[in-house]
């Protein structure tokens, strides 16, 4: 070590003392930054009333046709993969609700997924029926590229308290 003068010293103690919080402070920005966009994409996404379909995200639910794998992730990708395959092919991200007017929350789709030879990019239609547990209970491809799933959850049966009462007489 050469023999600096003190102040020299000094400063460059300094300066790496500031550098050494300045990577703290930087590190908690950008865990918060993480966690407004987190906040974000929850407040811009539609969860239904009361958030139930919010218990779903980030879940991922399989099915097996002959040699796929199929994985139905509703508020991600979905994905095909051959069985015993490294990686798969997407069948799309969801894009939207798609249960029309009357009945919204019955229906979700995909789209952009892997572009499929000589044909579109794979999409998947998803139909959302009542059921005991959570699970993918059907798989088809009924167009080239265009998979239809059939999906059961009990957030799509009817909750008894909020059935219309008719008024007795
Ligand atoms: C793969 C799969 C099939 C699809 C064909 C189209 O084999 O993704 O589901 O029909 O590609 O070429």
Excluded at 37 to 52: L, P, Q, T
Excluded at 108 to 127: L, Y
Excluded at 153 to 165: I, N, Q, Y
Aim: glycine letters at 8%.
């Amino acid at each position: 070590m050469p023999d600096y003068p003190p102040e020299v010293n000094e400063a460059s103690e300094k300066a790496r003392e500031a550098r050494r919080l300045f990577d703290e402070v930087n590190e908690k920005v950008q865990d918060l930054d993480a966690k407004i966009r987190e906040a974000e994409d929850f407040a811009n996404s539609d969860y239904g009333e009361d958030y139930a379909w919010a218990a779903l995200k980030d879940k991922c639910f399989d099915r097996n046709v002959q040699q796929y794998t199929y994985q139905f992730c509703p508020f991600g990708q979905n994905t095909q993969k051959d069985v015993g395959a490294y990686g798969g092919t997407s069948l799309g991200n969801f894009k939207n609700w798609s249960g029309g007017e009357t009945n919204k929350y019955s229906k979700m789709h995909f789209g952009d997924g892997q572009q499929c030879w000589n044909g579109p990019k794979r999409s998947t239609d998803i139909s959302i029926e009542c059921g005991e547990e959570n699970e993918l209970v059907e798989v088809t491809e009924p167009a080239k590229c265009e998979y239809l799933f059939t999906f059961r959850t009990p957030l799509a049966c009817t909750d008894p308290d909020k059935e219309v009462v008719h008024d007795e007489f």
